[in-house]
């Protein structure tokens, strides 16, 4: 309606060229840019975007080259359970709390970050696990520029590992994987080494690309020389923000605290932010009252790459809502009320995932380059098979990519990843837990089940070849 009434044509024109694009829509929905794009063009319009995205209020400028300086790695920690995540967070907090600092024991904010002898820094994300990772990515936001994958040398590599890595791979976060338990009789970093050579994860030692830290999270044996290898990563990363704008930065975690209101763990990203400053975080906005690092000391202002707990919002945001300082209250005001505004008239969901019904549809449009699709079957012969035969389909127009596949049933995880890298999930033989199939819903991630591999295979070809009729 809205769009109609700006280019002057009736609703029914626009209503008729979105179902001639596959599309179908009532008058008061809301189009994705995309179409908007597309519908515009049939009537001889340019579409000019004035905001970043769907519901973006806030313009981000381009920084100045000479504005950014260099800032420290945030880093993941991923793995199989048991295998010495937590113990290896909790030991590079406890021996880098600076000795005889006030209220040096750190509490658990959901980030800290830790100086080296020499000066440098590193930011953890202390919630370990490729879930936490993934579900902040599904929601939009990137946070970590390291992943630490550790493995227990005195097991394998385990399923979660296989997890975790393809979690890290389909971010694009480069790894450093790290060999724990090294301390225990039976320890074998070579065995791992080899485990993951046979997953073409190809280590420095053996040529390949990735680095690897022997280490025992227990005695710390090699933590050191694991903390120099993610920050040598990091080098090579150049990571650079502006410390000098307004801050912004990712929500980690927000609790109501008796007597503190909203506590809101926040890593700042860019800009620096100061007690007095408007904020803004997902639906919420407010006013910096207080803010304290991980060691509960008041500070008054925090830089990028730095983790803070912010007192003063009005409601509490969640793991993964972007953080905002503004120029004024009611500008941070006016911001929640049409987020909050958006969010109910397009119900939880703010991204639209990939169909295979509407890889026509973006086909015709021209924009669709890569399919990535998540296998989950029943034994590892199909999984393998399902998944070379997938990729065979590749064309010179459409690359698919298995961008993780694995025995069992769709799990939430897989479908957090799905939602956080576009991807349809394939099971074969295997059906979703109901956790998974209401994040799904929740999420519209498309999950196709079969039970014969061709129909499989069959259907995703007539997908790409634009075949497929959307069923509605
Ligand atoms: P997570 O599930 O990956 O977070 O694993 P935890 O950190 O909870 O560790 C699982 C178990 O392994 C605990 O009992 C730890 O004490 C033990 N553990 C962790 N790292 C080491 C290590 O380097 N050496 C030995 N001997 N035990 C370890």
Request: some cysteine; proline content about 3%.
């Amino acid at each position: 309606n809205e769009l109609a009434s700006m280019m002057d044509v009736s609703v029914t024109q626009i209503i008729a060229t979105c179902m001639s694009l596959g599309l179908f829509v009532s008058i008061n929905q809301r189009l994705d840019a995309e179409t908007i794009s597309i519908v515009a063009g049939e009537f001889g319009f340019d579409v000019n975007f004035i905001t970043s995205d769907d519901q973006d209020d806030l313009l981000e400028e381009e920084d100045a080259e000479e504005d950014l300086v260099g800032r420290h790695p945030i880093v993941t920690v991923m793995g199989h359970v048991d295998h010495g995540k937590t113990s290896l967070l909790d030991y590079v907090r406890k021996a880098n709390v600076i000795a005889g600092e006030a209220g040096s024991i750190t509490q658990h904010i959901g980030a800290y970050e830790v100086g080296l002898d020499d000066g440098r820094k590193i930011t953890f994300l202390d919630t370990p696990g490729h879930e936490a990772f993934t579900a902040m990515r599904a929601r939009g936001a990137k946070v970590t520029d390291v992943v630490i994958i550790v493995i227990a040398a005195d097991d394998s590599v385990m399923p979660q590992t296989i997890e975790a890595i393809n979690h890290a791979q389909a971010a694009g976060v480069p790894m450093v994987f790290a060999f724990n338990k090294m301390d225990k009789q039976g320890a074998s970093a070579d065995k791992i080494r080899e485990q993951l050579a046979n997953m073409n994860i190809l280590v420095e030692e053996w040529g390949g690309k990735f680095q690897t830290q022997e280490i025992s999270a227990k005695s710390g044996m090699g933590v050191d020389d694991l903390l120099d290898k993610v920050l040598l990563e990091a080098e090579l990363l150049d990571l650079k923000a502006n410390p000098e704008k307004k801050a912004l930065g990712t929500v980690i975690e927000a609790a109501m605290e008796k007597g503190r209101g909203v506590v809101t763990t926040v890593l700042i990203q860019a800009g620096t932010l100061r007690v007095g400053e408007p904020i803004l975080a997902g639906q919420f906005s407010g006013r910096v009252k207080a803010l304290f690092n991980e060691r509960g000391k008041k500070i008054e202002k925090a830089g990028p790459a730095t983790p803070v707990q912010v007192l003063g919002m009005q409601g509490a945001p969640q793991a993964g809502d972007r953080f905002n300082a503004v120029e004024t209250e009611q500008e941070a005001k006016d911001i929640a009320t049409r987020r909050q505004q958006l969010q109910r008239e397009q119900g939880l969901r703010t991204q639209k995932h990939i169909t295979l019904d509407e890889i026509g549809r973006r086909l015709a449009i021209g924009n669709f380059k890569e399919l990535n699709l998540i296998v989950k079957g029943d034994v590892d012969g199909s999984v393998e098979a399902l998944s070379d035969s997938l990729l065979k389909l590749s064309t010179e127009e459409i690359q698919i990519n298995v961008i993780h596949k694995s025995v069992g049933q769709i799990s939430e995880s897989d479908v957090l990843l799905a939602s956080a890298s576009d991807a349809i999930i394939l099971g074969f033989q295997v059906r979703p837990s109901p956790q998974a199939r209401r994040l799904a819903e929740q999420e519209e991630i498309d999950i196709r089940l079969y039970s014969v591999i061709y129909k499989a295979i069959e259907e995703i070809k007539a997908a790409m070849e634009g075949l497929l009729t959307p069923d509605v």
